[in-house]
């Protein structure tokens, strides 16, 4: 069955009402979960590779996370886990302008050399909020990361419900990113955060007032996240819905649900990748950390109706106040809270 097909049959309902409904509506808890068609799935030297939303790019079904480049002791190390993911067949790059004071995108950079670069979709995040510190910071990571052409570049932490309304004012970031992509520093747009889905759907009104539509969207999806503002509930449907391309990040939130003994690590990427996905970016400081991200992307099969039930009725009470998700919750892993200058 066609991914058309399988959200007409099984998802019409909350899907008519994502085209009808203003974005700023509250998720409904009792929301059924959309289920990803593998249809939509293609399997290539052992890798399973999806749509990224409308861009016509197949992205790998796991990628690396950015941040966790910057934790190996040495350059090489880092070099080494990177170059080992992509002769795996991960395809996909993640990364941001502040990841470890710049250090991420470094070791990046190093390691796309000797023909890395063109084996891999590229993506970075900015802070900037205007259009002068977006401009500079898009420059720095092609700096960093040396490369021409970024091809990805999204808006990083949108956590505050004024953010969008921010990013897409005059002399707004949106300004720089739309400048960057017509002098071919960059190839797509999106947005990131982790806070609130009310915020997601308030960027995506916005963005729509502005006669925008992103490319990609990243957001928390976990064992946890269904619970609790859920973003699988609340803005997955409209993501689908417009054919945007869904980054699933946090699976295992930093290892934060592995301390909670209600799942396993392979139950949380399982989990993550049945959801409608594009790809789901996980943090992978070591070599075991990658082989592990390559055997549940090549042996992978979506859970079935029945496991995904169980495996939330397992998770429902450690995840109904957020606990284990201190990202929506707290301020520590809000990096432009601790660092306003970066919004510019």
Not at 18 to 24: I, K, S, Y
Not at 56 to 82: N, R, W
Not at 265 to 283: H, K, N, Q
Not at 320 to 331: L, N, P, Q, R, S
Request: charge should be positive.
């Amino acid at each position: 069955m066609r991914r058309r097909d399988f959200l007409r049959t099984a998802t019409a309902v909350p899907l008519l009402a994502a085209t009808v409904a203003p974005l700023t509506r509250a998720a409904d808890p009792t929301a059924p979960l959309l289920r990803f068609d593998p249809a939509d799935e293609v399997v290539r030297d052992g890798m399973r590779f999806r749509q990224l939303g409308k861009t016509g790019v197949q992205v790998s079904c796991v990628g690396l996370g950015g941040f966790h480049i910057g934790k190996p002791e040495t350059d090489d190390e880092a070099v080494k886990i990177v170059r080992t993911a992509i002769d795996g067949g991960i395809n996909f790059l993640d990364n941001c302008w502040d990841y470890n004071s710049g250090l991420s995108e470094l070791r990046a950079g190093k390691a796309l050399q000797d023909g890395y670069r063109r084996k891999v979709f590229l993506m970075t995040k900015i802070d900037g909020r205007t259009k002068a510190e977006a401009a500079r910071q898009i420059d720095q990571s092609l700096l960093r990361m040396r490369t021409d052409v970024i091809d990805l570049v999204q808006h990083h932490e949108m956590i505050r419900l004024e953010d969008g309304d921010r990013v897409f004012g005059e002399g707004g970031a949106q300004e720089a990113v739309e400048a960057a992509k017509k002098a071919g520093k960059l190839r797509f747009i999106g947005f990131t955060g982790h806070k609130d889905p009310l915020v997601h759907l308030r960027t995506l009104q916005v963005a729509r007032d502005h006669g925008f539509r992103f490319d990609a969207v990243q957001m928390p999806l976990n064992v946890m996240d269904a619970h609790f503002r859920s973003f699988a509930r609340g803005v997955l449907p409209e993501l689908v819905q417009q054919r945007i391309g869904v980054l699933g990040m946090k699976a295992l939130a930093d290892g934060s649900i592995l301390k909670s003994g209600t799942a396993t690590a392979v139950e949380c990427l399982r989990y993550a990748l049945t959801l409608p996905t594009s790809v789901v970016i996980t943090g992978c400081e070591t070599l075991e950390r990658v082989t592990q991200a390559l055997s549940v992307a090549r042996d992978f099969k979506p859970l079935t109706v029945a496991e995904v039930d169980a495996l939330l009725a397992r998770t429902a009470k450690a995840a109904a106040k957020g606990d284990y998700e201190k990202f929506k919750t707290g301020v520590q892993f809000d990096g432009t809270a601790k660092h306003p200058e970066w919004l510019g």
